[in-house]
């Protein structure tokens, strides 16, 4: 597998920032933290699509095993960012980063390493 996909996971973060960052300032206080989240979540699946299509047309993906390849990398570098991330430095506990996985209480983040992880074998395919 090629080390442009490793960087650009990269950019996906930086996407991923700059949504939260446009929520927290933008939406957030008018519609509540929930509400908030939730749509934050899906207009950020939709930038990775968008990403995802520029990424794969610039550099097409060669088999349905790189596309899985790519896809796992990128999961495990997003979970381990985001727990990381999350509790060593911003200080969250283990339930408050595991609550933001509860889709049965309106929690739509699951959807996003979801997408991480199956985005790279949907547009080889």
């Known amino acids: 597998m090629s080390v442009r996909y ?31 989240h939730q749509i934050s979540t899906v207009i ?26 790519v896809g796992t990398l990128w999961l495990v570098m997003t979970l381990v960012f985001e727990f990381g991330f999350g509790h060593w430095v911003a200080g969250q506990s283990w339930r408050q980063l595991l609550g933001a996985y509860r889709l049965h209480k309106g929690q739509l983040w699951p959807l996003i390493p979801l997408w991480v992880w199956i985005g790279p074998y949907c547009f080889f395919r």
């Open 44 to 69: 950020l699946l939709l930038l990775f699509g968008g990403y995802f299509w520029g990424l794969f047309t610039a550099w097409p993906l060669v088999s349905v095993r790189q596309a899985w390849e």
């Open 6 to 36: 490793l960087i650009a996971w990269f950019g996906m973060m930086g996407l991923a920032i700059a949504n939260g960052a446009l929520r927290d300032v933008g939406y957030r206080a008018r519609m509540g933290d929930r509400a908030a």
